[in-house]
């Protein structure tokens, strides 16, 4: 990124002396309080990554701190120094020895000295930055604690600069270089420190001893609960991710709901004795109590049993048990009820109340475990939720590149032979040394075969890491109950690394201390990825974080591995991609980081780029999963409600069905389609008004239904009606008379308006809005209350309405405005400037519109090469404000076209896709100015010199350094694959 003397000029002015001052907002000073998308994460990953060289002084710095910018700190090329020291015996040896195992990065140590500074200094070529405040380098500091930093920025002449280089001096005048023997001498001295961590469990204590009480999140699960059972039903579905306390809320439940016995169920006995403890301390029972049935125990007649489904299904087992037997029985791991043995225990009890326990409750074998639990979910939190409420630990997940040989990308399909050879390994070492904990690792290294994990092992435990000997083990499904807890005590008790194996610890195993996992295979599912991540999440004793080491080779399915990460269920290509791209500067839930090496991201956006997410397939089982979720067809907003497909991808963007009800019927949902009037309005509300881009349309529909066939609507009215959603919103004439234009198809091609119905949706008489005729006719022959409203072209109509407007406050913070980052169309762009007409087609790169005085410009920045030449024109981002433009050829200038572009007589919208493949989506950079025109020449593919004009395009704010990064990322492949 380009870093000027002007620039800075003009960045320091605005900061120091005048805010409305023009200026580059790339050096400003800048106040950074965590607070919002402002974090010292962020701002010292940015720099990180465009830096040459940077000093740290800070105090105080922990492992986990330090995990959060790890990537940048191993991939960092320049010099960096970090100064830290012993004040308070706060440093951990742990931390120490992180901070060894960077690259490029000298590490020193100030001792006997009350070091308390907080310093980050960044020199960029000739520039300098500096961050001073109150942030040490640890995980709170960076992300989530109130904190004060400001950031500062200078030329190396400027006097702060050498205050700067001066203070670092002194510091590193006053310190020794770090090294493994100071640490070990350090650890002898340290001072035992005593650090109290408030559990996420809350206790009352009190004179009659200790009692758990409900944290918030199972108080409110558990007022969820009472509620069904108050409302007189007899079965719910508890959904909770892995290590979020399932156990201990069943537990809260049965002591609210006082049954006079309860059966408990787990389909493993390793997990039988953990939950029986845990009642015991919730219900505060002693062990005569307890009752298990299980092997030789048949332990009945107690308060609350505990039972294997193995144990238990047997019939001459069920056979002794009263159908009466117990009040309450609860399902641990109830996705798994589908089974036979689950059905036949089902079927034979007939307890008061039935509660099921799931991390997963999405099947692949068709059945339904709703429909098991009447459709009762009182209480749901996935990985995400379980992250932002810190009931697991923060992750930190690194993707880096999977070795490649002289053939390529090592794959699943690979031979033995690659997959455990001498280079492989290495590589495998060396990525260990880089990215695992320094000290204390205990990991789980998920493998793509059995003999793959076995040959690994045994490679493993013949090097070297962190100064020690691996120790590892692989183990598989041919070992032994007895073996795999061994194994797992071990690893525990920190007589192992790693345990190796390929996916039978994907679920049912509780090891809370794995600190690091690996996966060293290709992501085949995000369900899969998600158990294997979960099994390191867990809280422990001393456990802070966890840190995911992804091995990324060249494979397809690549593109699940940002699905599951960020938990995008949208299937829209564009929403993965923001959040992906907002990972690099912002924490994800609960404080986790996502960082790729850059040949991992072009791997990860190439695979995306190449899936097909949103095919018919897709749609079929997105539409099947909700309907089993809910018992009925789901509307489009239950798509928005239960955080799944983006519902504009799911009913806009069929090939042959452009309606959710004309797409119902061809995916044989329903028998009877709509009619082909009622399919023409249907597609033109759902293609061209529900993506929410703007909500006047659908706001003025909505009102003008509400009242009724022969409702009327003045303009005033609906001007209010507009302030209503939102006192911002654009009600000029222009905007007006562009909504009235799209309502009553005046605005589309006489083709698309005859597509649409040729018959105006709205029309407009004077100051009055009302429903067009044939419209308003077919909507109200339907009830208001239809008995099957999937078949209803009125409740059709409803659900569109009502999902665009939620898709406007969910995705556009209920504005009509473009947003910077979001992605827009030729045609959103003529419907969203008022242009008069759609004239996308002939909008090409830029196209001037006098009446609105706008001129949107769409850039596709990384040109096929098999383009023509005259037009592979060399647009360039050359910073975060400024986009080196290029006009069409043959255009001087003192051409007419560019004569109000160059002067600035109408407003500059710049839009800018990645590559042709993006389609039609363009981000949304910002308005910007026509700088510094130049008349050049180009050459056509005979050879021909072509006029054209340059300018260098200022944009007013500067873009995210994540969106820049984005677009200008190179391409891993052409189209042809090349």
């Known amino acids: 990124m380009e870093r000027s003397l002007p620039s800075l000029r003009a960045d320091l002015n605005h900061g120091f002396i005048d805010r409305d001052t023009p200026a580059n907002l790339i050096e400003n000073p800048l106040l950074i309080e965590n607070q919002d998308e402002s974090t010292m994460f962020g701002v010292l990953r940015a720099e990180l990554e465009d830096a040459d060289e940077f000093i740290f002084s800070v105090a105080f710095v922990s492992a986990d701190g330090i995990g959060t910018i790890k990537q940048q700190l191993q991939n960092f090329s320049g010099r960096g120094t970090i100064i830290t020291g012993t004040y308070l015996d706060f440093n951990e040896p742990a931390a120490f020895r992180e901070l060894l195992t960077l690259n490029n990065v000298d590490v020193f140590v100030m001792e006997d000295v009350p070091h308390h500074a907080k310093g980050y200094i960044f020199t960029h070529r000739d520039h300098i930055t500096a961050l001073v405040g109150s942030s040490n380098l640890t995980r709170n500091a960076l992300m989530s604690n109130q904190e004060w930093n400001l950031r500062v920025s200078t030329h190396r002449d400027g006097d702060i600069a050498w205050q700067l280089h001066e203070a670092a001096q002194k510091h590193l005048d006053s310190a020794r270089p770090l090294t493994e023997e100071w640490i070990q001498e350090y650890e002898k001295k340290r001072s035992t420190r005593t650090i109290v961590i408030q559990d996420d469990q809350p206790l009352e204590i009190s004179a009659s001893g200790e009692r758990i009480l409900p944290n918030a999140m199972q108080v409110e699960a558990l007022a969820e609960l009472d509620s069904v059972v108050s409302a007189g039903e007899k079965r719910a579905l508890i959904i909770s991710a892995t290590g979020t306390g399932k156990t201990i809320l069943a537990a809260l439940a049965v002591r609210q709901m006082k049954p006079r016995n309860v059966l408990f169920i787990v389909h493993r006995e390793q997990i039988l004795r953990k939950a029986a403890e845990s009642f015991k301390a919730v219900l505060e029972l002693d062990d005569s109590a307890i009752g298990f049935f299980v092997g030789q125990q048949k332990e009945l007649n107690r308060t609350v049993v505990f039972s294997t489904i193995q144990s238990l299904s047997r019939p001459e087992n069920l056979a002794e048990i009263s159908p009466l037997q117990f009040d309450l029985i609860i399902f641990d791991e109830v996705h798994r009820s589908g089974a036979q043995s689950y059905q036949a225990v089902m079927k034979h009890f007939r307890p008061e109340f039935m509660l099921g326990l799931t991390a997963t409750p999405e099947r ?64 495998i070492v060396q990525t260990l040394r880089e990215y695992s904990f320094a000290q204390g690792t205990k990991g789980l290294l998920f493998c793509s075969r059995n003999d793959e994990a076995a040959e690994l092992s045994a490679q493993l435990n013949r090097r070297i890491v962190h100064g020690k000997r691996l120790r590892t083990v692989a183990l598989s499904g041919l070992n032994t109950t007895q073996e795999r807890e061994t194994a797992v005590a071990q690893l525990e008790a920190g007589a192992l690394d790693y345990i190796l194996t390929v996916d039978i610890f994907n679920e049912g195993i509780d090891i809370p201390s794995v600190n690091v996992v690996v996966l060293l295979r290709s992501t085949q599912s995000s369900i899969i990825f998600t158990q294997q991540l979960g099994r390191g999440l867990r809280r422990s004793t001393g456990k802070r974080s966890l840190r995911v080491i992804d091995f990324i080779g060249n494979y397809a399915n690549n593109y699940l591995i940002p699905i599951a990460l960020t938990g995008d269920r949208s299937h829209n290509k564009d929403r993965i991609v ?102 023409a309005i249907l597609s033109m509300l759902t293609v061209e008004l529900m993506n929410g881009k703007r ?27 507009v302030r209503a959603w939102n006192a911002d919103l654009a009600v000029s004439e222009l905007t007006l008379k562009s909504v009235e234009r799209v309502l009553d198809l005046t605005w589309f091609k006489e083709q698309t308006a005859a597509k649409y119905g040729g018959q105006p949706i709205v029309v407009r008489n004077g100051n009055q809005f009302k429903l067009g005729e044939t419209f308003a006719g077919i909507y109200f022959s339907y009830a208001g209350q239809h008995l099957a409203p999937e078949t209803s072209f009125r409740a059709h109509v409803d659900d569109a309405l009502h999902t665009g407007l939620l898709l406007n406050a969910q995705q556009y913070a209920k504005q009509d405005s473009f947003l910077v980052g979001k992605t827009y169309t030729r045609k959103d762009a003529a419907r969203l400037l008022n242009w008069s007409k759609n004239l996308e087609s002939t909008m090409y790169g830029y196209r001037v519109d006098e009446e609105s005085a706008t001129c949107p410009i769409f850039v596709t920045y990384h040109k096929d090469a098999d383009a023509p030449a005259s037009i592979r024109y060399e647009d360039t981002l050359v910073d975060r404000s400024t986009m080196h433009w290029f006009s069409r050829h043959g255009r001087t200038l003192r051409s007419r076209e560019l004569a109000p572009i160059l002067a600035g007589d109408v407003d500059l919208h710049l839009f800018v896709q990645r590559e042709d493949a993006d389609g039609s989506d363009h ?10 025109p130049q008349q050049r020449t180009m050459f056509n593919d005979k050879g021909v010199q072509l006029d054209v004009v340059s300018t260098d395009l200022k944009i007013r704010v500067p873009i995210e350094a994540s969106l820049f990064n984005t677009i200008t990322a190179s391409k891993l492949v052409d189209k042809h694959g090349q």
């Open 695 to 721: 909500p006047q349309e659908l706001l003025l529909l909505r009102e003008l239904l509400n009242r009724g066939p022969n409702g009327a609507l003045q303009l005033n009215e609906f001007k209010n009606v």
């Open 364 to 427: 692949t074998d068709g059945f339904n475990i709703f429909e098991l639990f009447d459709y009762n979910v009182p209480y749901e939190i996935r990985l995400e939720g379980a992250l932002e409420n810190h009931m697991l630990v923060p992750f930190d997940y690194y993707g880096v590149t999977d070795f490649e040989t002289a053939r390529g990308s090592i794959g699943d399909r690979s031979d033995l032979a690659e997959l455990v050879s001498d280079a492989r390994v290495d590589y």
């Open 923 to 932: 981000y949304y950079l910002g308005q910007a100015d026509a700088t510094n």
């Open 578 to 679: 923001d959040k992906l791209r907002r990972t690099r500067r912002h924490p994800t839930a609960g404080n986790s980081t996502v960082s790729f090496d850059e040949v991992s991201t072009r791997r990860v956006l190439e695979s995306l780029r190449k899936a097909r997410i949103s095919d018919r397939r897709t749609r079929r089982d997105e539409i099947n999963k909700l309907q089993v979720r809910l018992g009925k067809i789901p509307q489009l907003a239950d798509f928005i409600f239960h955080e799944a497909m983006d519902p504009y991808v799911l009913a806009a963007t069929d090939n042959k069905a452009r309606n959710y009800w004309a797409l119902l019927k061809e995916l044989r949902f329903v028998d009877a389609g709509p009619s082909s009037a009622e399919d």
